[in-house]
């Protein structure tokens, strides 16, 4: 059995005092009120990428969902369970969303794994080859340019990958374009 890591506990603890004593009531009125953010970001649950620090946002400011390199698949209304479109429908109808971001990021390990196979574990595991796979059409034409180093393939897939989530994000039919 393990415990519980020291440095969670430490941090809660750092949190209680500080942050949490100095915006008190801001919690208490989330809690009683419930939150109206009018901004969603989709983002990459690398740590080093979180929204409410790199946009300096409080608490109740932002939706946020992070996933593996901040990818939107296409609207699928099926049986199946759909983390990020649940999200995405929340945010939308439940709580009138206005702008949806997707928040990518330099030196994304996702995106560097769906261009190198041999660089992260795609093909192993239940979940995450199915979840690049989305990436692998326009993977395939990055990677086959050979006018460009690794690392500005790595960035412009990352750059293409924005775009093609955005298409994706386009295709949920209550998500609407400005």
Request: net charge negative; proline share 7%; hydrophobic share 35%.
């Amino acid at each position: 059995m393990h415990s519980f890591p020291p440095h969670l506990i430490t941090g809660y603890s750092n949190f209680m005092a500080g942050r949490y004593e100095r915006e008190e009531g801001r919690y208490k009125e989330l809690a009683s009120q419930g939150q109206k953010p009018t901004t969603m970001i989709i983002a990459c649950c690398d740590s080093r990428s979180a929204p409410e620090t790199i946009f300096d946002a409080g608490p109740g400011e932002l939706f946020v969902m992070r996933n593996v390199a901040n990818l939107v698949p296409t609207y699928q209304p099926d049986s199946a369970q759909h983390g990020t479109s649940a999200a995405i429908e929340f945010a939308v109808k439940a709580l009138s969303i206005e702008n949806i971001v997707i928040m990518g990021h330099g030196r994304c390990g996702g995106i560097r794994a769906a261009l190198d196979p041999s660089a992260g574990p795609l093909d192993e595991g239940d979940f995450i080859g199915k979840w690049m796979a989305m990436l692998g059409p326009v993977s395939a034409r990055v990677s086959d340019n050979k006018l460009m180093t690794a690392s500005e393939r790595q960035t412009a897939l990352e750059r293409i990958s924005i775009r093609n989530s955005i298409g994706n994000l386009r295709t949920f039919p209550y998500v609407h374009e400005p």
